[in-house]
């Protein structure tokens, strides 16, 4: 979380996303930092059995960020 923060910092972006394969192992999808200074980090997961479902919700994550 730290670095996609200095990322998003370096690249002057309000938000940014981390990308991750979904595994039964995870039990939480909602996972989100905002910082003191407007900067949200979030991470989404990617489903690979369906993959074309897992990109839609990508870009719903992303366009939210913004």
């Given at each position: ?29 909602n ?12 991470v ?16 719903d994550?992303?366009v939210?960020?913004?």
């Amino acid at each position: 979380m730290y670095q996609m923060y200095a990322y998003s910092k370096k690249y002057e972006a309000e938000g940014i996303v981390l990308v991750y394969p979904n595994s039964n192992l995870i039990n939480r999808t909602n996972i989100s930092f905002a910082s003191d200074d407007n900067v949200k980090v979030s991470v989404s997961f990617i489903d690979l059995r369906n993959v074309e479902g897992s990109i839609s919700k990508l870009v719903d994550d992303i366009v939210n960020v913004s």
